[in-house]
């Protein structure tokens, strides 16, 4: 089945280690993001990809870094800097053509204590 | 950069009720999206409109995109306790325009069904 797929589900990490939360798609799409939710604040953007080496920031992508080696993968490292780490993060993915929807994969919560 | 007003933000019904909630913005959008989003997963696409005035169903679902492309609604008839979750509103400006990748969301509307 196509989809994106997000690793792992739930993943526990000590402040002022960086940790690498993985998602893959296969459905051939061009673009990729990321997103981070907290409670009450809806989705906000961390980082997008529209094409394959290339990458940009959205509106909080201090403390976060990405690449965009393979077209399938999109990789979301949260560094030590920042600040509130802890929040439920979400990949997601899209055609380049026009107007093409935007399509979820199912979440990394990320525990820093 | 544009903003998406999504109401209400919660709805208490009861079971069978029919559930209507909105997104207006200040900004003109190409394209609407509906998603629901159950707890701890990612949000699955309902609806996509892509015309001014176009009305489209999905089973008991049925959303509208604006005729002045700056409000959309979401319905949902005879509610049922899989319904619960939370709906969220998206609109598209075009590719890479308006926002920094031309997508902006709402909020979220917090559906809870009282048996």
């Known amino acids: 089945d196509g989809g994106i797929t997000q690793s792992p589900k739930y993943l526990f990490r000590k402040e002022g280690q960086n940790v690498t939360l993985s998602c893959e798609q296969n459905l051939n799409h061009d673009a990729m993001y990321w997103y981070r939710q907290d409670p009450g604040q809806g989705l906000r953007l961390i980082y997008y990809?529209?094409?394959?080496?290339?990458?940009q920031k959205g509106d909080i992508a201090e403390g976060y870094s990405v690449s965009r080696e393979k077209k399938e993968s999109f990789p979301l490292t949260v560094t030590s800097a920042q600040k509130n780490p802890t929040a439920f993060y979400l990949c997601?993915?899209?055609?380049?053509?026009?107007?093409?929807?935007?399509?979820f994969g199912n979440g990394t919560r990320l525990t820093v204590t | 950069g544009q903003q998406l007003n999504q109401s209400p933000q919660s709805m208490f019904i009861q079971e069978g009720e029919d559930v209507s909630m909105n997104c207006t913005s200040s900004s003109i959008f190409n394209t609407w999206l509906w998603y629901k989003q159950d707890p701890g997963e990612g949000p699955v696409l309902l609806i996509a409109?892509?015309?001014a005035g176009e009305l489209t169903s999905n089973g008991r679902l049925t959303a509208q995109f604006g005729i002045t492309r700056k409000d959309s609604f979401l319905n949902i008839s005879a509610s049922i306790p899989s319904d619960v979750g939370i709906y969220f509103c998206a609109g598209q400006s075009s590719w890479g325009g308006g926002g920094a990748d031309g997508l902006t969301f709402g909020k979220g509307t917090h559906l809870i069904i009282q048996p």
């Open positions: 409109l892509y015309k």
């Open positions: 997601a993915s899209r055609q380049s053509s026009y107007n093409s929807p935007l399509h």
């Open positions: 990809s529209q094409i394959v080496n290339d990458f």
